[in-house]
């Protein structure tokens, strides 16, 4: 059985953009807690840290309300990320964090949103919450892994569940990412629905 704040937060992904928006606007200070409770971003910045550099320069997509650089910045990443995501009022909670750098408002599931591959190169990019749940991880990726230098890392996590993997695995060896590791991340139920990320790190050539 879901809780409050995810019968309103998944059931808004069945819908418009413009309710999960409002969802997360609404639930963003609840959803914080409970998912900084679970343990899951702190295992992710794990995975991925330990394959940075501390001076990494790196992008957060579907940021919310800035767990992954709560969790990055405990294991010793110096330099604030950049985020991206939908809701106003999750980018405000990722600001008061203190660890993201440039925040902007952006619908993932459109391409012009994503930051063009000619005008950057980040060192690693991370994303969790996002991929499969609410962009389709065929879109999400391509965009993704070009905003990446050559030699850079990408930190995702997909719900277990609901993730067709042998056509996931190709696509990550169709863009050129080769993957280093896999950690299952459970969430347990409480606020949140139980669920397990399964999260990927993976280096592009
Ligand atoms: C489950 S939360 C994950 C947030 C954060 N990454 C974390 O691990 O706690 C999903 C996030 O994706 C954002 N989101 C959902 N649909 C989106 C879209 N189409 N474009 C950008 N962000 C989106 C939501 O606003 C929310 O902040």
């Not at 995975?47 to 767990?67: E, K, R, T, W, Y």
């Not at 330099?79 to 952006?106: F, I, N, W």
């Not at 190709?170 to 280093?180: N, V």
Request: proline share 6%; with cysteine; net charge negative.
């Amino acid at each position: 059985m879901k809780s409050p704040i995810e019968d309103t937060i998944w059931g808004a992904s069945y819908g418009s953009v413009a309710a999960v928006q409002a969802a997360f606007d609404r639930f963003g200070p609840e959803y914080h807690d409970a998912i900084l409770a679970s343990g899951a971003p702190a295992g992710a910045a794990q995975a991925l840290m330990s394959h940075l550099n501390p001076d990494a320069q790196g992008i957060d997509f579907g940021c919310g309300s800035g767990v992954l650089g709560i969790a990055l910045r405990a294991l010793g990443l110096k330099k604030p990320l950049d985020g991206l995501d939908v809701s106003a009022g999750m980018l405000e909670l990722a600001h008061q964090t203190g660890c993201y750098r440039e925040l902007r408002q952006a619908n993932l599931l459109l391409t012009e949103s994503y930051p063009k591959a000619s005008g950057v190169s980040y060192d690693f990019a991370i994303s969790m919450g996002l991929v499969g749940d609410y962009v389709p991880y065929y879109l999400a990726l391509p965009h993704i892994v070009q905003t990446l230098r050559p030699g850079g890392f990408l930190g995702f996590a997909v719900e277990s569940r609901s993730t067709p993997w042998r056509p996931l695995e190709k696509l990550l060896t169709d863009l050129g990412l080769t993957t280093l590791s896999e950690t299952i991340l459970p969430v347990p139920e409480g606020k949140l629905t139980a669920q397990s990320y399964h999260f990927y790190v993976a280096q592009i050539r």
